[in-house]
């Protein structure tokens, strides 16, 4: 598929934890996703969907397997080519959030996009307009400690939004939210997606939330298995 976003084939993927021998989290998982689909990702705790987030958002190497984001081939870039991947094409909603602690809301949702060249001015505005669409308009000076888990979970939202990547990966985006805000982020995250053409996977336990994706995928043995309801 040449349109993909984001293309995984045939990742493995095991940590080895002294004597007994590894645990093998992947096991030939591939997956590819279009522009402007929205994939959910539903596994039991432990099943590894982190592990294949990170490897796809290239914050984790695969033992073996190829991934690319926007037909690019990534597997065996060196750090400057996968950083700039980071930045440019993949925007990341982290399961616990990691927001810079000593900058507000508004400077977290800033700071990537004076990374990636934008002008302040400009970088302000996009900010403001992310978080408005989370409802958190009067807690862009907050730092992170000053906000709720869930507030804390839009900002991340907002800033792996902010360079408008090629493909969002979200490890469990509303995890922390109460049923109305998880829909209210899921509408805006849903409509930004479909906006701009972006794909996106997004891990969930929510069943609800994943009915509404495009197509759910199921973390079956450490393989990526079609289960949309038909
Ligand atoms: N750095 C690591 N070293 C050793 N084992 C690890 C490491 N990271 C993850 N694992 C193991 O790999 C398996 C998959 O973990 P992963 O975090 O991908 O699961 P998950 O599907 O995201 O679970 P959850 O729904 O609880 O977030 C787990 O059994 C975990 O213990
Ligand atoms: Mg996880």
């Known amino acids: ?18 004597k007994p ?40 190497s695969a033992d073996a397997g190829t991934v690319r984001i926007g037909g690019q081939d990534l597997t065996r870039a060196k750090d400057r080519a996968r950083t700039s991947a980071r930045r440019q094409a993949i925007g990341f909603i982290y399961q616990f959030h990691h927001l810079l602690p000593e900058f ?18 400009e970088a302000e505005a996009r900010a403001a307009d992310l978080l ?19 507030e804390q979970q839009r900002v991340a939202f907002s800033r792996a939004m902010a360079n408008k990547p090629l493909i969002l990966l979200a490890d469990e985006p509303t995890g922390n939210l109460d049923p109305a805000t998880a829909t209210v982020v ?5 409509s930004l997606v479909r906006d701009t053409g ?8 929510n069943p609800d939330l994943a009915a509404r ?6 973390m079956e043995a450490g393989q990526l298995v079609d289960r949309t309801a038909t």
């Open 1 to 18: 598929m040449s349109d993909a976003v984001l293309e995984l084939d045939a990742i493995e993927k095991g940590y080895k934890l002294g």
């Open 21 to 60: 021998g590894e645990i093998r989290v992947l096991r030939g998982a591939s997956i590819a996703i279009a522009r402007g689909e929205v994939v959910a990702l539903v596994a039991p705790s432990g099943a590894g969907k982190s592990t294949l987030l990170h490897i796809a958002g290239l914050l984790d």
């Open 104 to 121: 507000s809301a508004a400077e977290n949702v800033i700071l990537p996009q004076l990374a990636d060249g934008l002008p302040r001015a």
């Open 132 to 150: 408005g669409r989370v409802g958190l308009e009067n807690r862009a000076g907050h730092r992170p400690s000053e906000l709720s888990g869930g």
């Open 186 to 190: 899921f509408d805006t995250l849903l």
């Open 198 to 205: 972006m794909g996106a996977l997004i891990a969930t336990h």
């Open 213 to 218: 994706m495009d197509r759910v995928l199921r």
